[in-house]
């Protein structure tokens, strides 16, 4: 199984929390997809106590007039990245994604998050919260992208992080 698909169907509003760890362990791509005048807002907490390094993709495709509220929580040992991709298809789509991670001994976590507007009157927002201790490590990398013909496009990304002890380290960088 190469991905799981989530569809938010037309004119409806769902609230869904996706346990990550408990999806088949073959997947390699999470797809949520919002059709027109839809709202969700979705959970998606990482838990994982195995120590291996993992990757985890996350797609979200939203069409006209619908909104995207995503929170990913992430509690992980070992090395652990989150590849996120939010397409704003539609207009007057949004979507806020929202990252929260806690790395307490040598975890090593990296955050790649973009937002592409494809249609006017679009909104991103890319937010990322965390706590960093001992030895861990946390990158975020954020692109916002826009192309010449689209307008009224309103996006924004900030991260902070708390980094408690001298050998954690926490970068982010905007593309």
Not at 57 to 71: D, H, P, R
Not at 82 to 102: P, R
Not at 126 to 142: H, M, P, T, W, Y
Request: aromatic share 6%.
């Amino acid at each position: 199984m190469s991905k799981v698909e989530f569809i938010i169907e037309e004119n409806t509003s769902e609230f869904k929390v996706i346990r990550v760890d408990e999806l088949p362990k073959d997947f390699k791509t999470l797809e949520i997809k919002l059709n027109k005048n839809s709202k969700a807002t979705i959970i998606l907490i990482h838990e994982s106590k195995d120590q291996l390094e993992k990757t985890i993709k996350t797609n979200f495709t939203l069409k006209e007039n619908s909104n995207l509220n995503v929170i990913d929580i992430i509690i992980t040992e070992g090395i652990f990245s989150l590849d996120q991709e939010i397409y704003l298809k539609g207009n007057n789509s949004s979507a806020k994604s929202t990252v929260i991670f806690f790395g307490s001994k040598d975890e090593e976590i990296t955050i790649k998050t973009k937002v592409w507007h494809h249609a006017d009157n679009t909104k991103g927002d890319l937010i990322c919260r965390g706590v960093l201790q001992e030895n861990s490590k946390a990158d975020f990398i954020a692109k916002i992208s826009v192309p010449k013909n689209i307008k009224n496009i309103e996006s924004h990304q900030n991260m902070k992080c708390l980094t408690q002890g001298d050998n954690t380290k926490c970068k982010a960088l905007p593309i």
